[in-house]
């Protein structure tokens, strides 16, 4: 299996957007009267929008169309204002993009951030890597794990699904992966333990950037002979 085209996830993967979705989604709780939630937690409230990620950190019983309604309304402005006051790349990852488009690998993002905030991230954090699609949350589209997404790229690249990889942090990146029949690979710096990637299935694991280059290199090798 010879990789030439990877998509990546972003929060968790590309990306530590951790504590600027804690804080902007914190104060539109705490704006609308709800109450916060330690910035750790929302490692298990992110992954699947976020009207999921409101949902989750409504108390009970307050979880309604309403509620989340008006905590997007509120987060919206507020992240689109505050969402690199700590956000930054993971470890090797600049290197490891630089060198795939070196390599000439086609690479693409799917996100479950809204669109907006998914570019607007990549343009400040990844100016000089050509992905050929970023692509998050947009109406119309559904969602990860939902494969029409890595369906999408995948035909805008013109790249069987056997040669693609999809870089993940969570199961539902893993569970994408399989929906779309393209190969998965979990991250471990991510938002979601190792255990979860094994649970959904990972092929591969990956600790650092470095493994994941390595991993590529390996296919353009085993492809060669």
């Known amino acids: 299996m010879q990789i030439k085209l990877v998509i990546f996830d972003l929060d968790g993967t590309l990306l530590n957007t951790l504590s600027d979705l804690a804080y902007s989604t914190n104060y539109a709780l705490e704006k609308n009267g709800f109450p916060p939630h330690p910035i750790e937690s929302y490692k298990c409230f992110v992954g699947n929008g976020i009207n999921k990620l409101f949902e989750r950190t409504l108390p009970d019983g307050q979880k309604t169309a309403d509620n989340i309604l008006k905590i997007r309304k509120t987060f919206l402005p507020y992240y689109d204002t505050h969402n690199t006051e700590y956000t ?21 993002v799917a996100s479950n951030k809204y669109q ?27 969602v990860k794990p939902d494969p029409a997404v890595v369906h999408e790229i995948v035909s805008i690249a013109a790249i069987p699904a056997v040669n693609t990889l999809y870089v993940g942090d969570s199961g539902v990146d893993i569970q994408t992966a399989s929906n779309s ?4 690979m979990g991250v471990t710096w991510g938002f979601r333990p190792r255990s979860e990637l094994e649970a959904f299935g990972a092929v591969h694991i990956a600790d650092s950037a470095n493994q994941i280059l390595r991993i590529i290199t390996d296919s353009q090798y085993c492809a060669i002979i």
Do not use: C, D
């Not at 790349?89 to 693409?108: D, S």
């Not at 998914?118 to 050929?132: A, C, G, H, Q, S």
């Open 88 to 108: 930054e790349p993971y470890k090797g990852i600049p290197e490891l993009l630089n060198t795939l488009q070196a390599e000439g690998i086609k690479m693409a």
């Open 116 to 142: 907006q905030a998914t570019e607007k991230l990549i343009n400040r954090y990844f100016p000089e890597i050509k992905f050929i699609a970023v692509f998050g949350q947009r109406e119309g589209v559904p």
């Open 181 to 184: 029949s393209v190969t998965s």
